[in-house]
Structures are given as structure tokens and as C-alpha cells.
């Protein structure tokens, strides 16, 4: 790891990421392989003013063994301590800081079944938590190399030359590999911000997706949708970037207004394991078939875990011609890999991509067409020859992606 490119990398997770306020708590959630760049991220948050950071430290192997020897009762309970850091966490309003680092195959094995019950059984009580500090506090999903990760994407390279590797690509994907990342980031943001505005001032009403592998999907959106990307803002107005790196223009669909087929053009890493060469077929709105050459019975779980994990809760425009898909690299990493073409979501959306959900409830947001579950899985769907065209109220079709990459008007 280079340890200046580290520094100004925890310094662009710390301030353009979370934007870490005088007077916040943070809460940092990795791996205990990265107990060196965590501690660089959290002595970040203190020179920016945070009044206590805390770590949570995660280990696959431990959690492995959780899966393995708890039973299902004892999984499915949320323990009185744990509740009680959710209820502190959705009153302060605490920052969050996620480092992903996870080998992709790392629960390879494990019954998925017991884990998906045990979710289920779990998100009730979750859920209140959840809801509370939805568009309410500052949060952001980045990652650091891991080794296994690592050795996953350069097998020929000795671990150490593997791990460097890996950082050099996440450090140039995250636009942290110059001299002042923070600067380029807020570039980035204000390039992302015009492409919203472009897409908001059409006021669309569907997105057509073709492509020559076998898509041909209609998705129905809100007509107060919004179209989002980069910064974002809390209800009290702090900016944030969810997602470092990110590249994607991004809104959420009508709930149940979706037909047709869609085919992953990468895999998709789910729970620590690998779902490749799939399909999602929608009518009325839902899934109503899926097919995968590996781990289909992960997928129909997955799509099964409530109502809403059957219908789309994102679409998100990424141009072919991207810094991440650039590389060549297949990070089997959704992170990364959903940055690197378009992509679609499985499950919940986001009740901000409303015009107007200031003035609204969750709730309200919800019977206005955002959709609601326990998931919000992202799996890529951007290929070379992707179309896209957004259908306007009065009917005028505007070609928004061609040839994989934005139409040139746009």
C-alpha cells in the first residue's frame, strides 16, 4: 500500500465521502485485515472534528462460523445490545463509514438458506432503525484491498504484489491517486450534477433497454421522479457521497411497473458468493422467472425475501466507456462492477429520487411508487451495444444511451 496515496484516499473518504462534521460520531465498519488504513480513516474523522469515532471490526472466517454453529433461533434474534447501538445510531444520527474488502467467494459453502431465514426473521425489528436514519444522516460504501480479493483478481501475482495491485486500481478508480483528490472529486460531483439536470428537465416516463445478448425491457417510472448522482444532501442539508467510487446517473422506478428481460453482463456477488450468467425476466411489474448457469438457487432466494425483492427499486445509467470498466478488471465486487456499466437493483428504492419527499412520509413516498424491502441488491446489465430510450409524457422518445455509452446530446 502506498501510504501517501492512502493518506489522501482516507482523507477523500473522510471528507467528500461522509463529510464528517465538529461534534459527530462515526461508526467504521471493516475488515480486521485493514486495521492500518482504518486507523488512517479514523485519525481523518478526528482532524475534521468527529467527537468519537468507533470501529467495527469484521472478520469473514468468525462470521463463517457464526452460520455454521448457531442455530437458526439464536441467528435470528437481535440482542438487546445490538438494538440498542441501532436506536443510538438512528437518534444521533451517526456518521458511517463501510470499507469492503471481503473475499467474493467468501461463504462459499454456507447454508444460505438458515441465513436468509434468519434475515428475515431479523428486519422487523431492523427495519424502524433503518427507516429513522433514511435521508437523515451521512454515509458512505468505499473499499480497501484485500488479500484474498486481491488474489482473486491477480492469481499469477505473489500476495503482497497482488494487494498492491489492487490498491493502485482502487486508488485510481476513486480518483485518489492524484495529488488533490478531494478536488477531483467535487469535479466529478458537478459533471454528474449536469447530466441529472439534463435528464430531470425531460420528465420522463419509461426507460426502453435493447441489446443484442437478449435484453428488452420497458420500466415504468414516477412522474415525479428525480434523477440523481454523486453528492447528495441530508434533510438537514450536509452533503455526502454515498458511494466512492461512483459513476452512475441514477433515479428509482415505479414500483410494479416493469416487462420484459434483462441479462447480467457480469456476476454477481451476493452474500459472499458468486450468482453468473443470469437472467431476470419482469411481468406486471415482478419477477417471474429467473435462470443462472451458477447459484440460481441463491437468486430465486434473493428475489424472494419479501414483496418488494421482486420488483426494481433502482436504474442507473453508466456509460460503457468508464474509468472502472476501462481497467479490464472484473472486480467481483458489486461496488465497483455497478459503477462500470449501467445497472438495475432488486429491491428497495430511494424515496429521495421523489419530487417533494421533503413534505412526505415514508410511507407516503411508498404509496407513490417507491419500492420497499429488507434488500436493495444492485447486478449490471451495461454492454457494448445497450440502447436506451426514455419515452416523455407526450409520447417523444429521446435516445438516451448508444452503443453502451450516452447519446451524444447528452
Excluded at 480486521?32 to 478526528?46: D, G, S
Aim: glycine share 8%; aromatic share 8%.
Amino acid at each position: 500500500m502506498n501510504k501517501l496515496k492512502a493518506g489522501r484516499y482516507a482523507k477523500l473518504l473522510v471528507r467528500s465521502g461522509l463529510n464528517v462534521k465538529k461534534g459527530q460520531t462515526v461508526f467504521v465498519a471493516a475488515s480486521v485485515e485493514q486495521a492500518e488504513f482504518a486507523a488512517m480513516v479514523v485519525e481523518e474523522c478526528y482532524r475534521a472534528g468527529a467527537k468519537r469515532v468507533v470501529m467495527e471490526w469484521e472478520c469473514d472466517a468468525v462470521s463463517k462460523l457464526d452460520y455454521a454453529y448457531q442455530s437458526l433461533e439464536t441467528m435470528s434474534e437481535v440482542p438487546p445490545w445490538a438494538e440498542a447501538k441501532l436506536k443510538y445510531k438512528a437518534e444521533d444520527l451517526s456518521c458511517r463509514l463501510f470499507i469492503e474488502s471481503s473475499d467474493p467467494d467468501a461463504f462459499r459453502g454456507a447454508d444460505m438458506d438458515k441465513i436468509a431465514k434468519a434475515r428475515q426473521a431479523q428486519y422487523p425489528v431492523i427495519k424502524p432503525y433503518r427507516d429513522k436514519m433514511e435521508n437523515r444522516h451521512q454515509w458512505c460504501i468505499a473499499a480497501a484491498a484485500g488479500k484474498a480479493w486481491a488474489k482473486k483478481l491477480f492469481p499469477a501475482l505473489s500476495d503482497k504484489r497482488a494487494v498492491d495491485a489492487l490498491w493502485e486500481k482502487i486508488f485510481a478508480c476513486s480518483r485518489a491517486d492524484g495529488p488533490d483528490p478531494v478536488k477531483a472529486w467535487a469535479r466529478h460531483d458537478d459533471d454528474l450534477a449536469k447530466k441529472c439536470d439534463r435528464l430531470n428537465s425531460l420528465h420522463l416516463v419509461s426507460l426502453e433497454y435493447k441489446s443484442g445478448n437478449g435484453t428488452d425491457l420497458k420500466v415504468g417510472l414516477n412522474k415525479d421522479c428525480v434523477f440523481m448522482g454523486g453528492a447528495e444532501r441530508t434533510l438537514q442539508g450536509r452533503a455526502f457521497n454515498a458511494n466512492i467510487p461512483s459513476e452512475e446517473v441514477y433515479t428509482s422506478p415505479m414500483a410494479g411497473v416493469a416487462e420484459g428481460v434483462v441479462y447480467a453482463t457480469k456476476p454477481l456477488s451476493y452474500q459472499g458468493q458468486l450468482i453468473e450468467n443470469f437472467s431476470v425476466r419482469f411481468a406486471g411489474g415482478k419477477v417471474v422467472e429467473v435462470k443462472a448457469e451458477k447459484n440460481e438457487e441463491l437468486l430465486k432466494k434473493m428475489v424472494s425475501m419479501d414483496e418488494g425483492a421482486a420488483m426494481l427499486g433502482e436504474c442507473a445509467l453508466i456509460p460503457y466507456d468508464s474509468p472502472i470498466n476501462n481497467t479490464g478488471i472484473l472486480f467481483y465486487n458489486t461496488l465497483f462492477d455497478e459503477n462500470a456499466s449501467c445497472h438495475l437493483a432488486l429491491g428497495a428504492g430511494f424515496t429521495n429520487c421523489l419530487r417533494g419527499f421533503e413534505d412526505l412520509t415514508q410511507e407516503e413516498c411508498r404509496k407513490r411508487g417507491v419500492n420497499d424491502s429488507m434488500i436493495h441488491v444492485d447486478f449490471m446489465i451495461g454492454s457494448k451495444d445497450l440502447s436506451i430510450v426514455g419515452v416523455t409524457a407526450e409520447g417523444r422518445r429521446v435516445q438516451l444511451f448508444k452503443d453502451g455509452n450516452w447519446a451524444a446530446d447528452l
